[in-house]
């Protein structure tokens, strides 16, 4: 399953994620610490990574270098699944956000919700329940990128001539800037 712009759909773009520490005092002593930061950052991710592909089985099909992702999963006529997912290599919160998503999708399910609109919004809350109890900031542009993928699919599920929407997501009808 995929899906177009704006939006996971199982696949989404996003903004960039880009951070440092500010430049005040010793340079060397700042670009040090800088490196250990971002070394530290950098191990953390790799641990997420390798702990979501053993709890979860899934296979990385591609880094994307864009933000955004998608989750597959193919069966075999002998009954065996795979699970992948491409998504932003995390490096930060929104590539981490992406990269979970991409994750939830798996944990969650592809058949838990019958509606794509709900099993969207849910795959976020479990995204963001993984990056808080991680210390991994759902951060304004989280949020921001939140929101218009929801729009995203709430807008597509209106065009398809949903009746109604689950009152979940009645709230991102309107585009977040
Ligand atoms: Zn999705």
Excluded at 85 to 99: D, E, K, L, M
Aim: net charge positive; aromatic share 10%; glycine share 10%.
């Amino acid at each position: 399953m995929t899906c177009g712009s704006h939006a996971c759909g199982h696949q989404r773009p996003v903004s960039t994620e880009a951070r440092g520490l500010r430049m005040t005092g010793d340079r060397a002593v700042l670009r040090q610490g800088r490196g250990a930061a971002r070394r530290g950052q950098r191990s953390r991710y790799e641990a997420l990574v390798t702990e979501m592909k053993t709890s979860y089985r899934i296979a990385i099909r591609k880094w994307r270098t864009g933000m955004q992702g998608a989750a597959y999963e193919l069966k075999y006529r002998d009954g065996r699944i795979k699970r992948l997912i491409t998504a932003p290599r995390p490096r930060g919160p929104v590539s981490a956000a992406i990269f979970l998503h991409e994750v939830g999708h798996h944990a969650v399910g592809f058949r838990r919700y019958s509606n794509r609109v709900l099993e969207e919004f849910y795959v976020w809350q479990w995204a963001f329940r993984e990056m808080t109890s991680r210390g991994i900031s759902v951060d304004p542009r989280v949020l921001r990128h939140y929101r218009r993928s929801m729009l995203y699919y709430v807008r597509a599920a209106k065009h398809a001539g949903a009746a109604a929407l689950p009152p979940e997501v009645q709230a991102f009808l309107e585009w977040p800037g």
